[in-house]
């Protein structure tokens, strides 16, 4: 079917979660560029549960780093719906190395109020097979095929 929602996940980190005035900006953000918020949550990680989705990055360089500060306060989960989500997602986030990404890609999520390239203020997933294994990580019951078949159709019109 032509112009089919698709899914991703997107995560705003804790650095973001705690700012209200960057939160609200990558919010309407996410709204401008045409997503459909599915399902929200709010969630506090627990060291077990930041290893669990971070394991393809056990035993990296920044894999401590990164699991000290996905636990270190709230994050917001979202499933994105938008034809082209990943793709359209990963480009509003920019590059994950928030440095270059300042001068690259200046008006992005990132390039506008990433730090570092732990605290680069997002996450995206990066195909559809991560989307949902990582929706299903973050919303455990979320039914993608009764998605599909009762809210896609409605969102889309």
């Known amino acids: 079917m032509k112009n089919i929602l698709k899914l991703t996940l997107a995560i705003i980190k804790p650095d973001v979660v705690k700012v209200p005035f960057t939160l609200q900006q990558i919010h309407s953000k996410i709204l401008t560029a045409g997503f459909y918020i599915v399902q929200s949550r709010t969630v506090n990680l627990s ?11 056990t035993g ?62 997002t996450h995206g997933s990066d195909s559809e097979t991560s989307a949902m294994r990582e929706i299903k990580f973050f919303f455990p019951q979320f039914n993608y095929e009764e998605w599909l078949e009762k809210q896609e159709s409605v969102l889309r019109k």
């Not at 060291?47 to 990055?57: D, L, P």
């Not at 793709?87 to 990433?114: C, H, N």
Request: charged fraction near 20%; proline fraction near 5%; charge should be positive.
């Open 60 to 121: 990296r360089f920044f894999h401590k780093r990164l699991v000290t500060f996905m636990k270190s306060g709230p994050i917001h989960a979202h499933i994105l719906a938008h034809p082209e989500a990943i793709q359209l997602w990963r480009k509003i986030m920019g590059p994950t190395k928030s440095f270059v990404t300042q001068y690259e890609a200046p008006d992005t999520i990132r390039g506008s109020f990433g730090l570092t390239d732990t605290r680069n203020c």
């Open 47 to 57: 060291c077990q549960q930041v290893e669990n989705f971070y394991t393809e990055h």
